[in-house]
């Protein structure tokens, strides 16, 4: 069996999942990928996102309160045979090593690396990446391996990862 490709699309879509589409139309984009879950923030609320787990990739469309999609992150499925290829502007940001991944969007745009430099967001893309540290020293390479490349990546629609405006501006 061939692994699913999802092509990110960055501003827009990841595969056929579209950023804006309303809650049921994603619902339906989503099955593309498997059986996705409605998912309500606590017990009891009304479900405003989608879940899919186990399709080589899990996924999160979060539509919160205005029943659009705001964002999709797509999460690395470690269990799964074959996994997902996601590719983002040609490169897959699950199987390349997080810091070719990086070396490639720093090429084109700039870059923030967050935190530890385990997070990556491109403001200009609204895209978002994150990898776990290793999980402790002196780990076999068969762990060290796993946490090279990046296991998340978000998408979300412009101005996404902007800061707060500043005094005296708009």
Do not use: N
């Not at 935190?115 to 776990?132: A, E, K, Q, T, Y």
């Not at 101005?159 to 500043?166: A, E």
Request: with cysteine; charged share 20%.
């Amino acid at each position: 069996m061939s692994p699913l490709l999802i092509e990110l699309d960055p501003l827009r879509a990841a595969g056929p999942v579209l950023l804006g589409a309303s809650f049921a139309e994603a619902g339906r984009a989503l099955s593309a990928w498997g059986t996705p879950r409605p998912y309500a923030p606590y017990p009891g609320a009304e479900p405003l996102d989608w879940r899919l787990s186990g399709a080589g990739v899990d996924a999160h469309v979060f539509c919160g309160s205005t029943g659009v999609v705001q964002t999709i992150e797509i999460y690395r499925d470690f269990d799964a045979d074959p996994q997902a290829r996601v590719l983002l502007l040609g490169v897959d940001v699950f199987s390349t090593p997080a810091e070719q991944v990086i070396a490639e969007l720093r090429a084109r745009y700039d870059i923030e690396i967050e935190g530890s430099g385990h997070g990556l967001s491109v403001p200009r893309l609204s895209v978002g990446l994150f990898r776990s540290e290793v999980p402790f020293p002196g780990a076999d390479q068969e762990t060290i391996d796993h946490y090279t490349c990046f296991e998340s990546v978000l998408i979300a629609g412009p101005g996404y990862y902007d800061g707060p405006p500043r005094d005296g501006e708009p």
